[in-house]
RNA sequence: GGGCGAGUGGCGGAACGGCAGACGCGCCAGCCUUAGGAGCUGGUGUCGCAAGACGUGCGAGUUCGAAUCUCGCCUCGCCCACCA
């Protein structure tokens, strides 16, 4: 503050967020007041909201997300920890490579620009960023570690290449991604023709191998429960047996068909088989009078996507195949049949039907009139008339199930799993739903997968020292619906690690989730170029202590994570289990027409405007203060005023007399105990202390800032009552100022600087909750009766029990209903309330 | 079809099984202003002059006491959707 501010007087001392937010920001910035140090005391804490995708511009979505963890992110500092609070961008993607298309401009020009423009919008937000750790995945300096872990797991072989279905066009003899096949008749964007599935070979890394440990850690972790649950569901664990049905096949020989089933108790009822269309089997088994029905069967089903195969209320459809496998408990003859309601990524690709107990079977059964037989039937009970019976109660028992006729089923499921097992046919089994994670991209603008094709030797890593493979700058982005590094001649060069003849490269490139698979690790280290991160300070930072971001990343990402950190665990690169302990789920932002905002849509709300009308501070705490901050909600800037106002009413309250003066005191004793109070602000005080940081500990910043607006109106009444001159009011006004610093952090620091503290509020240590001195000195008991509210008691916290239910029975109003009767029960709740029960009742 | 949430004033929303509606918006009245879409003060769930009665989607139940717990139903949202 100079001489001349001062002089100036009332235009220097009005509320003008616009006056002083940059000046703050831009100090902050330059003295690296959230530069997160290795070497700094306190206990680590890792803070980390989900990086954002390079989409352009921040909406109101962005802010909101991000100005809930950066609140605990500020107040952590003040409570002493060391804080770790980083930010980068998910630069890889396809909207990028469309811009190109679309509009000519390269990938990574669209990308650096949507970078540069994002990271000056974060900065208005006053958010507490350490920005000298910023990472962007499409950097090679990136990507070059996103490939040196593909091949880490490449020679763990958790990275492997199979066959897998993808759109292709037949005309245009190109792969088509998922969005480049339109309409329901799957017809190619391009040339209109009807896509066909083909398989191609792909790169996948083998997340199933850990589905257990997926499953199992996510009980330790402290996420919300629906999204832990959904993790759950997608590995989707199913407990059973896998039993061979032995079959003959046309040459003579010996085969068996394999199939998992969870109800291994109805085996004896397993009347007919069906195999994926997909089955490898399948071909091999049909009988030649069934192949033309077969094949045709099987060309349409591959031209469906799976939505369409998998939606709901569909009639099964399917053919026999002519062919026939043996029951191995019963030795019938049962029929082999395919649909396409049989899924080849799940289970073995094949079941027993069993249409007595399974809704889908039984459909099927109807539709082509194949046998149902009932063998497992409540005790006693009889066949239900017309549909299948798959209810399980305790009391359900097997019949007609030779020698495990009159079998509690519950028993049946161990014994003729083990039986099987004997016989050598199958056995107790455990399936997932989840699948391997499809990695390959038929796409330019992601990590080129580090493989090289050699004639001689065959697809073979390249060395970790040519890393990065980077992408050609010079490529043709013409909508040809191939890749462009597949024409790429420079690119496709390359020469065999092992015996240096030339080779092929792959031209796949990842996946954007695998980038997003280990961002969290890099923030430790972000500048070191010789290896991905630094093992001792990954050690000193992670695992991440929080985590925050929306729950549309249920599933997808937050598996992904946590597969590579296991995997990377084993590898024995890194030493813990868990990337992310605790996750906290920001609502979603809609638009004002309570659709999820899009650009096609037009409902985008940038929040642009209101901050330079009403400054960031506003737009954080309105953002904050609109509801619990995981739900979200439609937009809205209804009630923008009344935090501005509060806003406003802080800054009359906290301004001294004259700016920077010190002539409030206080200024050796910050908080203090609050002797110098008047009761009723002490009180008011130290409630808010203990309020606002439980609330900001458990993300509940609307009640949070409910409680700072009520802090701010016992000062506000303080000051009317002639008491803004005291040491008291000082103090409660630098704690108010201390508690707002996270929500509001710019006119926290202005007020604070005016007031002659020392800079920087944001340094400052969290003021500390007595509970002595949130005590009342007298309560108001309400009292009851029979539960309905008949009176009031005034009385000190200390009064005894019994005093107090004299005094409740000696109210008129008690009294008036009681009629002189004795009361039938006193219920006293000490502290809450006393209900009086009367006889009748 | 299955799973998980959520239904509270005119609005956003508060409320360890214990005073329903904190805090704010809006609205009403008053004050101050040449003026105000500024500021300040007070009021504001519904019905009622009042005493009071009734009130948390609907219906039951548990309890001295239910927005909160249990069961059934209705509506909305999200997720999974033929997973054997």
Redesign the pocket.
Known sequence: MTAGTAVRGSRARRFEPASYERKWRDRWEREGLYVARDDAAGEKHYLLTMYPYTSGDLHVGHWYAVTGPDIVARMRRMQGYNVMFPMGFDSFGLPAENAAIDRGIHPAVWTSTNIDRMRAQFRTTGCSFDWSRELASSDPGYYRWTQWIFLQLYRAGLAYRAAAAVDWCPKDQVVLAREQVLGTERRCWRCGTPVDKRDLEQWFFRITNYADELLSGVDGLDWP??IK??QR??I?R?E?AEIDFPVTLPDGSNERIR?????PDTVYGATFM?M?PEHPLVSVLTAPERRTDVEAYVSAARRQT??E?????????GVSIGAYATNPMTQEQIPIWI????????????????PAH????Y??ARRYDLPIRYVVLPRGGSPPEGEPFVQHTADEVLVESGEFTGMPASEAIGAISRQLADLGLGGPAV???L?DWLVSRQRYWGPPIPIVYCNEHGAQPVPESELPVQLPADVNFAPTGVSPLQSHAGFLRATCPVCGASARRETDTMDTFVDSAWYYLRYASPKNDTRAWEPEQVREWLPVDLYTGG??H???HLLYGRFLTKALRDLGLLSFDEPWLRLRNQG?ILGAD?A?MSKSRGNVQNPDDLTAAYGADTVRAFLM????WD????W?P?????????L??VW?AALPATDGARDTPGDEDLLGTGDEMTRALRRATHVAIAGVTDDYEGF?F??A??????L??AI??ER?AGMAGSRGYAQAVDALLLLLAPVAPHIAEELWSRRGRPYSIHRQSWPIHDPGLAAATT????V?V????RD?LVVTPDTPADEIERLALGSE?VQAYLGGRPP??V?H?P???V?V?TPR?
């Open positions: 429960e629906p649950l959904m569901n997608w989707g199913s059973g199939v998992f089933t969870t109800r069906v994926a799976e939505i195969r998998l939606s709901a209320d569909r009639e099964k459809s649909a396409d309601y049989v899924l080849m990524g799940y289970g073995t690709g094949a079941i027993m039907a069993v399974d809704e889908r079977d459909a099927f399936t997932y739903r699948r729950a549309e249920a599933v997808l979603q309570h999820r203060f609109i509801g619990p739900q979200g909600g439609p809205s209804t009630g923008i005023d009344g935090i501005h106002r509060w406003g009413r009359d509940r609307n009640t800032i409910a409680k700072l607006m009520e701010t109106n506000v009444r009317e309560i108001e008991l309400p009851q029979d539960g309905k509210l009031r109003r039938a029960r219920i709740v502290g809450r309330l209900n029960v009742h």
